[in-house]
């Protein structure tokens, strides 16, 4: 079956990096387009950033612009997001996701916690 294991998550300084990891399995991975979301405490799930199946092209939601980088490696069946300059209204679990053929599949999330 589609599975994810994301890792990557912690706690950072303000302005600090972290990198995170998603390995999906049970599936071609290279087929489908992936994506980063998270969810702040208390607010709804909202997208971080996409990458097309061949990491031709991406998207990003507009308050990681500049910051967030989303990419892939097919070779290992994994999608990566590097976050720079991590700002406090970062703090949320971040969750990949792939949609295929109708289904939608979840990672189980990482936290990621920015504060001094």
């Known amino acids: 079956q589609v599975q994810f294991v994301e890792s990557g998550g912690g706690l950072v300084q303000p302005g600090g990096s972290l990198r995170l990891s998603c390995a999906g399995s049970?599936?071609?991975?290279?087929?489908?387009?992936m994506s980063w979301y998270r969810q702040p405490p208390g607010k709804e799930r909202e997208l971080v950033a996409l990458?097309?199946?061949?990491?031709?092209?991406?998207i990003y939601g507009g308050s990681v612009k500049g910051r967030f980088t989303i990419s892939r490696d097919n070779a290992k069946n994994t999608v990566y997001l590097q976050m720079n300059s991590l700002k406090p209204e970062d703090t949320a679990v971040y969750y990949c996701?792939?949609?295929?053929?109708?289904?939608?599949?979840w990672g189980q999330g990482t936290q990621v916690t920015v504060s001094s």
């Open positions: 996701k792939s949609v295929q053929l109708g289904s939608v599949y």
């Open positions: 049970g599936f071609t991975f290279s087929s489908y387009s």
């Open positions: 990458i097309t199946s061949t990491g031709g092209s991406t």
